[in-house]
């Protein structure tokens, strides 16, 4: 799979050189989802055996440094895409260095902090992240990065919006789903990474402005949630609502949720939720939505409120 990659500079070269080879390997890794994944698989049953064979003196060092060498590509393109790394306690400290340098380079494992709870929305969408992603030379790893963040800014999304989140969760596999499907002659084009990341990016930035979509109509992020179930449960169900009439109601059924839902344990309460639901269903009834008689409408609703109660403290 690697013959065609110089390893040299890995065992002999400096410690910079070391850094480098170990980057362009894991980009190498990334070229294609096929070979990522039978990368990914053959280094972890690699692993897997020389984790039972580490303490025999029958290994030699080369062998050693061999299996350290793909174990740290490993880490570093599982860092990318899942966010963490597997576990290395079969290096010694000097290969876990060189992972953790090689994620640290670039401003990798800055960009792969945000989002955490500890930060706030803002923090995700600080431009300067996108611009540190931007002047990553490293096509596969740029993109891999982007993803990251998408995932991330549709995660805090979902938290409140369950049907926008699951949007632009659509949006995103389909561009991902082109990206992996690319013929193989456009593998080595430089447009055809350009263009994914720049479609990413147009994402990211989709999903920043939902978080104040509701400002036109005189709503928060939170009644637009709601606004959006009602919306597209009027579309769903082939029924009319005057527009209007979704706004006021959106507004009602937010601050009902809120105040029936007011306790820390309301989601394990049987009575509460009990409660909810039933007052759900007089004040759909007063503002006469639906006009239909259609049983799911109320628990579609149901389920959004229960999603934006069990996340909302988060966004506080």
Known sequence: MFHKLNRSNYFMGTSLQQLNTLKKAAEFVKTTKELETLFMDIVKRLKAAYDICAGSEEL?????????YYLAIRSIVFKLTKGTAPDTAQMNAR????IKDALESDGVQEILKMGDESQ?????????????IDKIKLPNTKIKLLQQLL????GEMKKVNKVKGIDFS???ESL??????RKEDDVLRSEVYEEMADQLTNLIWEVHKEFSAGDEFGIGFA??????????LCVKYDFKYPEEKLILLAKEVKDLVDEQARFPDWNKRADIKAALKVGLILLLDEHGYPPVERDEVYQDIFEQAENYKRNIVIRK
Do not use: C, G, P, W
Request: no cysteine; net charge negative; glycine share 0%.
């Open 60 to 68: 030699t060092q080369i062998e050693r440094d061999y299996t350290h």
């Open 170 to 172: 659509k949006k995103m």
């Open 95 to 98: 290969e876990r260095e060189k």
């Open 223 to 232: 009644e637009k949630a709601f606004y959006d179930i009602l919306k597209e």
């Open 151 to 154: 995932a991330k800014v549709i």
């Open 120 to 132: 706030s929305e803002q923090d995700i969408f600080d431009e300067d992240y996108l611009a540190k």
């Open 176 to 181: 991902v789903q082109q990206y992996n499907e």
